[in-house]
């Protein structure tokens, strides 16, 4: 499983662990029933800490995206699309807040913002 770490970001070890597994289960790369790395195979691949991927593992599984077998290991869970799609328009929509109120403080018009977003928006594809 591909996973790049950085030491020098400022997002723990373990959480840009979770998030880049996290993305590969939205992204269908893998899928429900899918056995992960075991914790101590996953940490020797990173070239770091067994706790920091078991933090890693078991924030996942606390999230709904990993399920545990006993004695067997760590699987991908079977997702709720619906659930997913709600919880990501709810981070989108606090960021936007965030923005909104930005924009109001110095005085920057929708318009703009509008036209930035359409600019970003293209960018990605």
């Not at 991908?76 to 990501?88: D, K, S, W």
């Given at each position: 499983m591909d996973i790049i770490i950085s030491n020098s970001s400022e997002v723990p070890i373990y959480e840009q662990i979770k998030e880049q597994i996290k993305e590969k289960i939205l992204s269908s790369e893998l899928l429900a029933g899918d056995l992960l790395p075991s914790i101590r195979a996953l940490a020797k691949d990173l070239r770091c800490s067994v706790i920091t991927t078991k933090n890693?593992?078991?924030?996942?599984?606390?999230?709904?995206?990993?399920?545990?077998?006993?004695?067997k290991g760590f699987y991908?869970?079977?997702?709720?699309?619906?659930?997913?799609?709600?919880?990501?328009l709810n981070k989108i929509e606090t960021l936007l807040d965030s923005v909104v109120n930005i924009a109001k403080i110095n005085h920057i018009k929708?318009?703009?913002?509008?036209?930035?977003?359409?600019?970003?928006?293209?960018?990605?594809?």
């Open positions: 890693a593992y078991e924030e996942l599984v606390n999230e709904g995206y990993v399920v545990v077998v006993a004695a991908v869970a079977e997702i709720n699309r619906q659930l997913v799609y709600e919880e990501q929708k318009e703009t913002i509008n036209s930035l977003l359409d600019i970003l928006y293209e960018e990605e594809k």
